[in-house]
């Protein structure tokens, strides 16, 4: 089938609606020109008080806002742009349980104290965000009809076999599926198979952040947009953070800035290294190709070391991602490829191209797996979700919010305090990461 002329290019509509977080075109993408509007998010200025100071408002900390709002808590949440704007508005929207490392991976790492706890804690988070955006009324084209890992080749078929024996060991939804049903699925593609794990789904991610906001501000959270953290102190038993315009005290500090950590705590950031990845997105599709794509609005991502990753949004519009960076030297690589292999999964939808396009940063630890730090008195933080940040941000930022309530013990967490390990070259293997692939990208005919 030929591509509908209404299928623009992205290079036809580079012109967008001037209400770009810092005018920038591939920050946000299409999530920034399809979310609802911002709430208010006033600058912060002046001395304030509050029981607890938040730093970063993605899903850890507007979920630790919402929360501790909620149990009555005065919380004010200080983000360096807008809600939303690091990883939290720029991700693919899968909704997943569990983290990239198998499950008996995890219990192996965590020991059968910790392991078990981050399983279940895990495997329940995207039916705790689905409640939260259901009981909010959170528009964020939330569809919850799981997600697929497609397998790639025998070893890919291997790998997704394993998952699911591991992960029916411990009663988890998960459905093992033939080529030919994955590929009735898709509408298209030539995988080995796919894990169906039913517990999933995908949002508009940034809609998502937004809408966190929002029910935060109205359970009784203050949220400042424009207001980075410059420098925290102590100030007898609390915390004092500064910022370019005020000064908040506070008795509890919660560092939620993940991998866009800047210059607070930065060994949040040291101990990860960075993997880029960008999405792209085309026109929203005429009806018979939309009907024929992803008919179930699964959320996909492959078993190739440089994966890929697609879903369709509520506009019908296919969004195509992988790892890379878009910037000047690299983005016209990473555009062609991502054409190509577009056509080669959906051949109705060879010579469509993109009318957006944006990319992030993938905060990766040495294991994979996320870190619960104490960073001083009362000064606690979750981070380094390794690409799965919209669920487990958000039960980790309500866990947070439990324990300065008083609900949940520190032994009691999902995760062992531990002190944050400086990751060795980091800055060579993020860049290292850019470049492979964009020799990946350049070198490979991927499925």
């Known amino acids: 089938m030929a591509p509908r002329a209404e ?19 591939r920050s946000h993408g299409l999530w920034e020109v399809s979310a609802p509007a911002a709430p208010p998010t006033p600058v912060f200025t002046g001395a304030e008080e509050a029981e607890v100071a938040v730093i970063g408002a993605g899903y850890t900390g507007l979920s630790a806002a919402l929360h501790l709002a909620e149990a009555g808590v005065s919380v004010r949440v200080l983000e360096a742009v807008a809600p939303g704007f690091g990883g939290a508005g720029r991700n693919v929207g899968l909704v997943n349980a569990g983290m990239w490392v198998m499950p008996e991976v995890l219990l192996t790492g965590l020991g059968p104290e910790y392991g078990p706890r981050l399983l279940r804690f895990l495997g329940d988070a995207p039916g705790v965000v689905f409640d939260l955006i259901a009981r909010h009324g959170i528009a964020c084209e939330a569809t919850r009809n799981g997600t697929l890992h497609l397998a790639v080749g025998a070893a890919g078929h291997a790998e997704i076999a394993e998952r699911h024996r591991q992960w029916s060991a411990l009663g988890a939804p998960v459905e093992l599926l033939s080529a030919g049903a994955t590929q009735a699925r898709l509408g298209g593609g030539r995988y080995a198979g796919a894990l169906l794990d039913r517990r999933a789904g995908t949002i508009q991610p940034l809609a998502y952040a937004r809408g966190l906001a929002r029910a935060a501000q109205a359970a009784g959270a203050h949220i400042h947009a424009d207001s980075p953290a410059q420098s925290v102190s102590r100030l007898g038993q609390d915390w004092l953070v500064q910022t370019p315009q005020g000064r908040l005290r506070a008795k509890w500090l919660i560092p939620a800035s993940d991998a866009y950590t800047a210059q607070v705590f930065p060994e949040i950031g040291s101990e990860q290294v960075i993997l880029p990845y960008f999405n792209m997105a085309t026109a929203p599709l005429p009806d018979d190709l939309r009907a024929a794509i992803l008919p179930g609005g699964e959320g996909c991502w492959d078993t190739r070391e440089v994966l890929s990753s697609f879903r369709m949004d509520a506009a019908g519009r296919l969004v195509f991602g992988s790892v890379g960076q878009l910037g000047v030297l690299e983005r016209g690589a990473h555009r062609d490829w ?29 294991d994979n797996l996320p870190r619960l730090h104490l960073l001083g008195p009362n000064a606690l933080t979750i981070c380094g979700y390794n690409g799965r940040g919209i669920a487990p941000g958000t039960v980790s930022g309500r866990a947070i919010a439990r324990h300065i309530i008083g609900d949940l013990p520190l032994e009691a967490m999902p995760l062992p305090v531990s002190a944050p390990q400086h990751a060795p070259l980091s800055a060579l293997r993020t860049a290292g990461y850019r470049a492979g692939a964009v020799l990946a990208h350049l070198a490979q005919d991927r499925i």
């Open 7 to 25: 299928l623009r290019s992205y290079e036809a509509s580079l012109t967008l609606p001037d209400i770009l977080m810092r005018n920038d075109p």
């Open 338 to 366: 991502a054409r190509r292999a577009l056509g080669r999964i959906f051949p109705q939808l060879k010579g469509v191209g993109f009318e957006s396009e944006w990319w992030g940063r993938i905060g990766m630890t040495a």
